[in-house]
């Protein structure tokens, strides 16, 4: 609004010309300028430019707005945007109806936690015919690691829509629209990135999923000043194709210890510092997350899968909509199952504390 023109902003025309011929063009020409300049400059009086400036003021200011009808301009944009339901009934709730679109969403946690189950189950229901919930479209799945399973993939299809994976070739044509790209350096996976962007606007591409992300950035890069130099260029990208698409964007990441002098992020964590050495065994693991603070504030969905007494937790610690829940779960043949669809709020430093405590015994039965 500011570069709008001051002849179009219906000032009379004796006064606009003069803003004219003194090019003073746009409104932000005019209310760079004192009252004082302006008298200077259009050589008019006080009483004049104070009216053209508080018109001028008044057509380019921005309407007030009050926080109910904030609130219903998101409720509005987030049904017309769209959602991929994870059938997880009281996750998609807490998210109103599911993974949005337009959006990046990550999945954070230790290896073997139930990442790429999670997001084995996803690309199945992105891939679905819409009478059965899915989105019917293809699904684009960058396999860092090398982990995804087709087998696994139609496990889980079976058990949960034997209608359509038990007739004659579906199963086939199910996982036929998931496109698997296994690039091996972070040269290659840039490249993926590019033809991505391509396939998006030529194909009915309806999910893309990374698996993982810090697998390539923290393996080909270990100086922090780097990595975050390399890294800021994908992030820009991957979040520039989530909106650009309107599609979701999963991306999966590692955990880290977080070493002892490391500068505190946020204002709870002074107390884990301050706990003596010699007691730190008597406490879980500090884990954060993997690529830093600047990748964590590039997400707008932040699911962080635990480990707590031998029980698995998904908690949504990160969301513009929703409170800070936990989810207990356990992993099937049918894949992740909530055992609790109401979900526990987090308070404090417990949202962004990732636990592994009794992690053996649950990996050790993985799926």
């Not at 999945?107 to 819409?130: D, E, H, M, R």
């Not at 730190?280 to 707590?308: C, F, K, P, Q």
Request: charged share 20%; proline share 4%; hydrophobic share 45%.
């Amino acid at each position: 609004m500011a570069n709008k023109l001051i002849k179009q902003m219906g000032l009379p025309n004796s006064i606009a010309n003069i803003f004219t011929a003194r090019n003073i063009i746009t409104a932000k020409d005019a209310l760079s300028l004192t009252e004082f300049e302006l008298m200077e400059q259009l050589d008019v009086g006080m009483a004049e430019v104070k009216s053209a400036m508080a018109h001028i003021s008044e057509v380019v200011c921005p309407p007030c707005q009050t926080a109910l009808l904030l609130m219903e301009q998101r409720v509005r944009d987030e049904r017309s945007a769209g959602h991929l339901p994870t059938r997880l009934r009281g996750l998609d709730e807490a998210l109103c109806g599911g993974l949005p679109f337009g959006v990046v969403t990550e999945l954070v946690g230790p290896a073997g936690i139930g990442k790429t189950q999670f997001c084995l189950k996803l690309s199945l229901l992105a891939s679905l015919p819409a009478n059965c919930g899915g989105l019917d479209g293809r699904v684009i799945y960058i396999d860092v690691e090398s982990k995804f399973s087709s087998r696994r993939l139609i496990q889980i299809g079976i058990e949960n829509f034997p209608e359509i994976f038990l007739k004659k070739g579906m199963a086939q044509e199910m996982a036929g629209r998931i496109v698997i790209l296994r690039p091996t350096s972070l040269s290659e996976f840039t490249e993926s990135l590019h033809h991505v962007q391509v396939s998006l606007l030529q194909k009915q591409v309806k999910l893309l999923i990374i698996d993982s992300m810090a697998a390539l950035v923290l393996g080909e890069h270990d100086c922090g000043a780097s990595r975050q130099q390399v890294l800021g260029w994908h992030v820009s990208f991957i979040k520039s194709l989530a909106e650009f698409s309107r599609i979701p964007i999963v991306v999966t990441n590692q955990v880290r210890s977080q070493t002892g002098d490391e500068p505190l992020t946020f204002s709870f964590q002074a107390r884990s510092h301050s706990i003596k050495k010699e007691d730190r065994a008597s406490y879980d693991s500090h884990l954060v997350a993997a690529l830093g603070i600047n990748w964590a504030h590039a997400v707008t969905i932040r699911l962080v899968l635990e480990a707590r007494s031998g029980q698995r937790f998904i908690k949504l610690a990160k969301s513009p909509i929703s409170p800070p829940l936990a989810f207990p779960f356990n992993i099937t043949s049918s894949g992740l199952v909530l055992l609790d669809d109401d979900g526990i709020e987090m308070k404090g430093s417990e949202i962004n504390t990732i636990h592994c405590q009794g992690q053996k015994a649950l990996f050790n039965s993985e799926w």
